[in-house]
């Protein structure tokens, strides 16, 4: 149980183009979703936390107009990446929970932006 | 805030041999979890242990236990018999119980580069 699953796996666009993601829970309903950006060899940093039907709270230095993140319903939230640039190019992490029970974490999406 | 730290950016250890990888947090708050996350090559994150703070017993999970030290804010992970396939980032996370807005953030470490030798 407690599957998260992520799509794409990986994506690759254009400069200026937009993309979305997106992180489903699988086998239960989530009421907490959240979006990490790694880089190579770092640790996960935390972008924003979302509840279903409600606005995302985002972390301080992440642009809310570029990363948009819509948490849909109990299972499905998307980040759509705007206008990318080269430097958007990340790898991105989703993870889903209930209260009080731990994070589970979807399978990341490597976006390279050319 | 809270913050953790990962003070071994690396280590190694011979296949079925013991290590135990470092993890120090700070927080104010008296009730709290504990998590250690294993991230293969594969980069999916793994749940390896996770320990409530009001516990005062360590936590364990076959082959790994937990140090739990909660007056020096230490929280370390014991790997036993380590296998070829324990090799990995392996990160210690932190989470407040009370929600903020919802959330119950995690804070991550910095990781720690686990290397298993044949």
């Known amino acids: 149980g407690a599957v998260v699953s992520q799509h794409p796996s990986w994506v690759i666009c254009k400069s200026g183009t937009s993309v979305k993601i997106e992180c489903r829970s699988l086998d239960f309903q989530a009421t907490t979703m959240f979006w990490y950006r790694q880089f190579p060899k770092q640790s996960l940093m935390l972008m924003a936390t979302?509840?279903?039907?409600?606005?995302?709270?985002?972390e301080q230095g992440v642009e809310k107009d570029k990363f948009l993140i819509n948490h849909a319903s109990l299972t499905l939230s998307t980040l759509t990446v705007t206008s990318a640039h080269p430097e958007d190019s990340s790898f991105y992490i989703c993870?889903?929970?209930?209260?009080?029970?731990?994070?589970?974490f979807g399978p990341g999406t490597r976006l390279t932006v050319t | 805030a809270q913050t953790v730290t990962q003070s071994q950016p690396e280590m190694s250890v011979q296949e079925a041999e013991t290590v135990t990888l470092s993890c120090t947090y700070d927080t104010s708050e008296s009730d709290y979890y504990l998590f250690w996350y294993k991230q293969p090559p594969s980069r999916q994150m793994i749940l390896v242990i996770r320990?409530?703070?009001?516990?005062?017993q360590n936590a364990t999970e076959n082959r790994f236990s937990v140090n739990f030290q909660k007056a020096a804010k230490s929280f370390s992970l014991k790997i036993s018999d380590s296998q070829l396939g324990d090799a990995a980032m392996y990160f210690c996370a932190y989470r407040s119980p009370r929600a903020q807005g919802g959330s119950e953030k995690l804070v991550f470490g910095k990781g720690t580069k686990l290397t298993v030798n044949p």
């Open positions: 979302s509840n279903e039907g409600s606005k995302a709270t985002y």
């Open positions: 993870s889903a929970s209930v209260p009080r029970r731990e994070q589970y």
């Open positions: 320990q409530e703070a009001y516990k005062q």
